[in-house]
């Protein structure tokens, strides 16, 4: 099977099946207006290279800081369909995280100094040599990261988890990009909170791997990333592997783990004589793995600031990742269909299941009759009830209760419940499901945090051969 064309977009795949590509599903992705960042830069320009909106309708965006001398740094800027915005910002004398909220109160969240010990990357015997031959640069390999975070984390830095973990994911995305390294890219699959207090410790890394990777049937992930607080380390990882653990008081640590997930040790010589290394450019330019503070990965092939930024017999980790893709994109089968991340935090998430295009009737429905309604109707505006399986911290089940509807675009103020298939007018069609939690329709429900996922699925009242499996990751607290 054609790995691109089994991990296309959600979005995309919604367009091919419903057989308009050319719809208009949602308005061109705008950049974060810089005057909300632009003193936290200290002069450095912001060359936003990169803007996306991913399908929960967050907007991600990053790029380089430039001073007088060039590339001085970096930024990822991810903005909540809310309009709050979260920006990571990496400099020589700041990095930080400065948070704008919905009414435009600013706080700058200054980086804890972590180290990265001389050997904080736990060695583990290489599997399959020979994944080479599986790298296809024409096609896509997305790895999709399952993140988890601990509360206690969550309160030390009071950050949005939804845009952490973007973040966090867009500066590997980052790192790639600006190292040429093509048609790699991190996903987020889903986000599990949990009451547990997991350090950044080498049993901190073990636990979370455990948890995380038993939740792979369910998520369908390839990669495991903890973020905690306390521990010795800003962050602990396998060599190579999938998982790592990482300190929520730094602002880009986990491009510097997800590095030693891929194979990669320190500066050369700290792997052996060989080219698996991060690499020191000098005057302050550092790539992720030798020194961490530019987002890049070292490499032959790329001239920074008048630099070549690696070596090909010791400092080529674009090498590296292009070997390794293959095993860190295949630890799941890619899922074919729409991801929707809800933390309770939001008010609400949205998910575009299909495009806005006349007549098109499309509704959600559950898989079980036990989570929700299994067909389609004729409905009106009202709001469906979804009884839903998850686990506290200790693994114990409950049945959580949450809100679901639909919305038609052009059709305002109309939300039905999830699966009616009615549209306002005959110009109007389309859907976007929309998920939500609320403490009063779970009044039985014990304090804590409760993960899982569950899977629901769009359907085209009109087109019986048409489905989106819609695969939903939940993190509530009570
Ligand atoms: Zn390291």
Known sequence: MNRAYSRLLPLTLAMLLIGNAHADVSSPSQATPSGTYRTALGGLQFTGSHLETTSNGYTVESGNLMGKDGVAGGMVVVRSPDGAVTAFI????????????????????????????????????????????????????????????????????????????LGQMEWVNLSLRNSKVANIELRLAGIR?????????????????????AQRPHYRHDINVGFSVGGDAGGW????????????????????EMGHNVG???????????????????????????????????????????????????????????????????YSP????????????QDQARLTVAPAQARLRVGVVARSSDVGPTSLTYGGAGITTLTV?????????????????????????????MNSYVVCHPVNGGAQFMLSYEKSDNPELPSGWYNGTVELEARNIDDKNWSLPILVSLAVRS
């Open 90 to 165: 990496e400099r020589e004398d700041g990095r930080g995280i400065l948070q704008v909220d919905t009414e435009g109160k600013r706080t700058f969240s200054q980086d804890v100094d972590q180290v990265f010990p001389r050997n904080h990357e736990i060695d583990q015997p290489v599997q399959n040599s020979n994944s080479v031959d599986a790298y296809a640069p024409d096609n896509m390999n997305y790895i999709d990261a399952l993140v988890g975070f601990t509360a206690k984390a969550l309160a030390a830095r009071e950050v949005d988890p939804m845009a952490f973990a």
């Open 193 to 213: 909170i949990t009451d547990e207090d997991i350090p950044v410790t080498t049993a901190g890394l073990a636990n979370w791997q455990r948890q995380l990777n």
């Open 237 to 256: 990882a396998y060599r190579p592997g999938n998982s790592s653990v990482n300190s929520i008081h730094g602002t880009s640590p986990f491009k510097h």
């Open 264 to 330: 990669g040790g320190h500066c050369y010589p700290n792997a052996g004589d060989n080219y698996k290394h991060g690499y020191n450019g000098g005057g302050g330019f550092t790539t992720n793995l030798c020194g961490n503070s530019r987002p890049y990965y070292s490499t032959p092939d790329v001239t920074v600031n008048g630099s070549v930024i690696g070596n090909a017999k010791t400092a080529n980790m674009a090498r590296l990742w292009r070997e390794q893709a293959h095993r860190l994109s295949s």
């Open 334 to 345: 890619a899922f074919e269909g729409a991801r929707l991340i809800y933390v309770s935090s």
């Open 389 to 417: 399986k998850l686990t506290d911290s200790r693994g114990v089940e409950r049945p959580v209760k949450l809100r679901a509807q639909r919305q038609v675009p052009g059709c305002p103020g109309q939300a039905t419940t």
